[in-house]
Structure formats: structure tokens, C-alpha cells
């Protein structure tokens, strides 16, 4: 399988707790992000979220989707949210937000493998391919919370380093 480390990030001119609010309610997503399928709960998850478990169906800028359930292992409000996956990504993705400055810097740090076989077997050569269509479809999503909340995007792309 194809491991990928990749980390983008939002800056929003906006306060951190409706950054949170946002981000959180993952069900509602498909409203604002663009390359969200669906989201459909399977688990609750306790008070705080943790446990809850959804299915995620992203389509791509590129001319294929990704399937797969996201269950919720930390929730530090408003601070991070983790959470593992299974299906066609397998790995952990952690969402950090920060108040900088009058806004909220959100990074989102994802480490998974391809679980697909034509994905594995393309990724020697693909793999700069699917980090920009991740990224992409990253960007579209700052775009889009930024005109839920009614703010201004600051930054949305790779982490710079």
C-alpha cells in the first residue's frame, strides 16, 4: 500500500470557535464542501464525539471518488480533533486550529495509505498527481468554509515550511 503524509492549511479571518463549529459538525459538510459527497452517521460517539463514527464519500477533481468511515478517537475542543480511517483510506487524520492574530489557523495533518489496488499500483508515478488533487480539494474547502462563516480566506494550501 501507498503511505502519504500530507499537511494543508486554512487561515481564516475568523474567530476559532466558529472555525470549530464547522469543522466539527462533519455532517454538514456536503453544504459547504464542494468535493463532499456525502456523510452519513454510523455511531454517535459519546458526549464529546469521541467514538463517533461516519462514512465519508469524497469525489475528486480528478475522475474518481473515495469511500470511508472516520471514527472520531480525540476530540479537544477547540483546540484538535482525531480520527482514524478504514475503507478506501486507512490511516489518521488529525485537524489542529490555533488563534493567531484575530483569526484561526487550521492545519490538517494526514497520514493514511491507499487501500485501492490500481492506486497502489499507479502511485510510483501518480503519487504528485493525487498530492495536488488532495491539495485542491483541501484549498476548495478553506474556500468554502470562509464563504459559510462570511470570511475572508487568508491562506489555504500546503504547510509552508
Same mark, same amino acid.
Given at each position: 500500500?501507498?503511505?502519504? #503524509?500530507?499537511?494543508?492549511?486554512?487561515?481564516?479571518?475568523?474567530?476559532?470557535?466558529? @472555525?470549530?463549529?464547522?469543522?466539527?459538525?462533519?455532517?454538514?459538510?456536503?453544504?459547504?464542501?464542494?468535493?463532499?459527497?456525502?456523510?452519513?452517521?454510523?455511531?454517535?460517539?459519546?458526549?464529546?464525539?469521541?467514538?463517533?463514527?461516519?462514512?465519508?464519500?469524497?469525489?475528486?477533481?480528478?475522475?474518481?471518488?473515495?469511500?470511508?468511515?472516520?471514527?472520531?478517537?480525540? @476530540?479537544?475542543?477547540?483546540? #484538535?480533533?482525531?480520527?482514524?480511517?478504514?475503507?478506501?483510506?486507512?490511516? @489518521?487524520?488529525?485537524?489542529?486550529?490555533?488563534?493567531?492574530?484575530?483569526?484561526? #489557523?487550521?492545519?490538517?495533518?494526514?497520514?493514511?495509505?491507499?487501500?485501492?489496488?490500481?492506486?497502489?499500483?499507479?502511485?510510483?508515478?501518480?503519487?504528485?498527481?493525487?498530492?495536488?488533487?488532495?491539495?485542491?480539494?483541501?484549498?476548495?474547502?478553506?474556500?468554502?468554509?470562509?464563504? #459559510?462563516?462570511?470570511?475572508?480566506?487568508?491562506?489555504?494550501?500546503?504547510?509552508?515550511?
Amino acid at each position: 500500500m501507498a503511505q502519504y #503524509r500530507l499537511s494543508s492549511v486554512w487561515q481564516l479571518a475568523a474567530q476559532i470557535e466558529p @472555525v470549530w463549529d464547522a469543522i466539527y459538525s462533519a455532517s454538514a459538510w456536503p453544504d459547504w464542501w464542494p468535493y463532499v459527497a456525502s456523510v452519513v452517521e454510523l455511531e454517535p460517539g459519546n458526549a464529546r464525539g469521541v467514538g463517533a463514527v461516519r462514512r465519508f464519500t469524497w469525489r475528486s477533481r480528478l475522475p474518481y471518488s473515495l469511500t470511508f468511515d472516520l471514527e472520531l478517537t480525540r @476530540v479537544e475542543r477547540p483546540y #484538535r480533533l482525531e480520527g482514524r480511517t478504514r475503507g478506501d483510506l486507512e490511516g @489518521v487524520g488529525v485537524w489542529h486550529l490555533q488563534p493567531v492574530d484575530g483569526a484561526t #489557523r487550521v492545519r490538517y495533518d494526514w497520514t493514511v495509505t491507499t487501500t485501492r489496488f490500481w492506486m497502489n499500483l499507479l502511485a510510483p508515478l501518480a503519487r504528485p498527481v493525487f498530492t495536488w488533487n488532495h491539495h485542491a480539494v483541501m484549498r476548495a474547502g478553506g474556500q468554502g468554509l470562509a464563504k #459559510r462563516l462570511g470570511s475572508a480566506l487568508i491562506y489555504a494550501g500546503p504547510e509552508r515550511r
